[in-house]
């Protein structure tokens, strides 16, 4: 009997022993994960010391983000020597692109900063890329866009076909006007017209002083159209043909930048973050061991943005090719 009390007395230390060791390994492992994301967060890649260039990214649709704009004022005051942004976007929310443009003025005060275009850079694209000091974009980059639109679907008379009425009791006729549930009235229409060539003259203004573009060339530019990168070098919109070499190069020439010094991606937002803690695990774990394009599609925001293109209100300055008949 008293060897079967031992038996017992050390199976219970065994398991004690397991259940601590797994406990430790569980933490362990959180411990990593959280490390891994600290250390390719927008916070460390943005404090790292030495002389770098940063490199960031404007993709998709724009619109009002405080996460990137605090990251935008970290990377003022870092070490990072210039700054190189490149911008692929259709453009986004007024107001989202106006925040941005000035958070990138506020960088380019303090930090060398040229802009790349990608593919695209039309509307609020267009005014993030005006905040550089010199833009580049390729030949066939489309450039542009210049104007605001206030849209809103109108389904009156479906709701007087399938025999639905939406009442509504207003404090003033121009109260939550236009209602997409009855026609715009000439009042409500003259009052978002007012808005949309407010905001227009906002932009065109910005376009003069920023690219110093005024007259005829100005009303040109101004249009709405898109045009071609080499049709906005010759219109003054953009600075020079050319890519991320060309904007090193113009670096190096008018800001004394060494044209060796590394070039470094700086997120303006912590990628790994806004994930669950499978995908944080491993894309922690794609990013340790250098495989720094699985972990970015691993991250992939393509979906969520496509999803946000549905719910952007209020004035835009957005281009998108029209949908076909």
């Not at 411990?31 to 916070?43: E, K």
């Not at 990214?57 to 990072?80: C, F, H, M, P, V």
């Not at 911008?87 to 929310?93: A, E, I, L, N």
């Not at 866009?145 to 479906?158: C, D, H, K, T």
Request: charged share 25%; hydrophobic share 45%.
């Amino acid at each position: 009997m008293a060897l079967d009390a031992d038996m017992i007395v050390d199976r219970r230390r065994l398991r004690r022993k397991l259940i601590f060791w797994r406990i430790f390994a569980l933490l362990l492992i959180v411990g990593v994960v959280a490390a891994g994301a600290a250390m390719f967060s927008d916070r460390g890649m943005a404090s790292r010391p030495g002389a770098y260039i940063a490199r960031i990214k404007i993709n998709g649709l724009i619109r009002g983000d405080a996460e990137r704009i605090e990251a935008l004022d970290r990377l003022a005051k870092s070490t990072a020597r210039a700054v190189i942004v490149h911008v692929d976007s259709p453009g986004g929310t007024t107001a989202g692109s106006e925040q941005l443009h000035d958070a990138l003025r506020k960088v380019a005060a303090r930090k060398p900063t040229a802009v790349v275009i990608n593919g695209l850079a039309a509307s609020g694209g267009y005014i993030a890329a005006m905040a550089g000091d010199y833009v580049v974009a390729q030949n066939t980059s489309l450039v542009g866009s210049v104007g605001v639109i206030f849209q809103y679907p109108n389904v009156s008379e479906l709701m007087k076909t399938v025999g639905v009425q939406i009442e509504s009791i207003k404090s003033t006729p121009l109260k939550a006007a236009p209602s997409g549930y009855e026609p715009t009235s000439p009042e409500a229409r003259a009052a978002i017209e007012g808005i949309v060539k407010d905001g227009y003259t906002w932009f065109k203004e910005l376009v003069a002083d920023r690219r110093k573009i005024s007259g005829e060339t100005l009303e040109r530019v101004s249009d709405g159209r898109i045009f071609s990168g080499r049709q906005a070098l010759e219109l003054k919109m953009i600075d020079q043909i050319g890519d991320e070499r060309v904007a090193i190069e113009w670096l190096a020439k008018e800001r004394n930048v060494d044209a060796q010094t590394p070039v470094r991606d700086v997120p303006l937002r912590d990628r790994l973050g806004n994930l669950s803690f499978l995908h944080l695990g491993a894309a922690s774990l794609l990013e340790a061991v250098g495989l720094h394009v699985l972990a970015e599609r691993l991250s992939d925001t393509g979906t969520l943005q496509a999803l946000e293109r549905m719910n952007l209100d209020g004035l835009l300055a957005l281009w998108h090719p029209p949908a076909a008949n």
